[in-house]
């Protein structure tokens, strides 16, 4: 059964504070994904990765970054939060970048002040 | 730029009734369409999917229907029932091979008793 695991389910940060989140899947799946939600948007892709060490832009990238250093740990990083930032975050995984299916982690809800 | 547009937004059935919901899309080259159900407070799961050689697939009380030429994919519930009220999620994936999916807005399906 697959494990798609997140650091927080909730946080709350301040304006300019630098937040991570944190994404860890126990499946030995290649590929991951940073996805946020807001009512009436879907699911919006904001970064994924390929492979350790490898990143590539999704849809709205801008104000987030993220790191790959090892396969089964995909981070999202905040440089300088903004209150229109608060939203629902989601991390994915898939087994390979030709396999469809994924597998989404329960989330975390971070609210900006 | 690749785009799937989902319809309605929201949708209120008595238990019982059938329900559908709606999904266009733009990369006439995707190939693979999932639909993924996110309970309240609870992660999306992939509920069925389907691929662009075949036009319907059927399990139990969903369906899947894909038309190609109209670039046009729907869900089917029959015999609602309470449980599956939820936001339901169309999506398709991305022609360029990194197992990027593009989801639609999202469709909250309310199943009254």
């Known amino acids: 059964d697959v494990k798609v695991t997140q650091s927080s389910r909730y946080l709350v940060k301040r304006t300019g504070e630098k937040v991570f989140l944190e994404c860890v899947q126990d499946?030995?799946?290649?590929?991951m994904f940073w996805y946020r939600q807001d009512p009436g948007l879907g699911l919006r892709l904001i970064y994924f990765?390929?492979?350790?060490?490898?990143?590539e832009k999704g849809d709205i990238p801008e104000g987030y970054s993220v790191s790959r250093e090892k396969k089964e740990r995909f981070s999202l990083i905040l440089e300088s939060a903004s209150t229109n930032q608060t939203s629902m975050y989601l991390c994915a995984s898939s087994l390979y970048k030709s396999t469809d299916t994924q597998y989404f982690g329960p989330g975390t809800r971070l609210t900006v002040l | 730029g690749e785009n799937v547009e989902q319809h309605p937004s929201t949708l209120s059935v008595q238990e019982g009734d059938s329900a559908v919901i709606k999904c266009t899309y733009s990369?006439?080259?995707?190939?693979?369409f999932p639909w993924y159900k996110q309970e309240l407070g609870k992660r999306p799961q992939l509920i069925i999917d389907?691929?662009?050689?075949?036009g319907e697939k059927k399990d139990q009380r969903i369906a899947v229907t894909l038309n190609k030429t109209a670039k046009h994919f729907s869900l089917h519930i029959t015999e609602t029932q309470p449980e599956d009220s939820a936001v339901y999620f169309c999506a398709a994936r991305s022609s360029s091979n990194t197992g990027k999916l593009i989801f639609g807005q999202g469709t909250t399906l309310q199943v009254k008793p």
């Open positions: 499946m030995d799946h290649e590929n």
């Open positions: 990369d006439s080259a995707s190939n693979y």
């Open positions: 990765s390929y492979d350790v060490k490898m990143k």
């Open positions: 389907i691929r662009s050689n075949v």
